[in-house]
């Protein structure tokens, strides 16, 4: 799943390839945005790391199936 998530005042939004679901996503996200303190949002890529988003600055999350490359031609 591509996930692509825009910055409050950052003209760039943040482009992360992952193998979490949807709906963990997005509880992941809604916990993190009503959290008192603010929350972080943490996002796993598919190669083992990790990204850190303050829940407040976040302005909008995408989420899109990626479909697998083909190799070759047609």
Do not use: C, W
């Amino acid at each position: 799943m591509e996930v692509k998530i825009g910055i409050q005042s950052i003209p760039r939004e943040i482009v992360v390839e992952t193998n979490v679901s949807a709906e963990d996503l997005e509880r992941s996200l809604t916990q993190a945005m009503t959290s008192d303190d603010g929350g972080l949002f943490v996002l796993p890529d598919d190669k083992g790391g990790k990204f850190l988003v303050p829940a407040s600055k976040i302005a909008y999350v995408e989420l899109t199936d990626v479909e697998q490359r083909r190799v070759g031609f047609h």
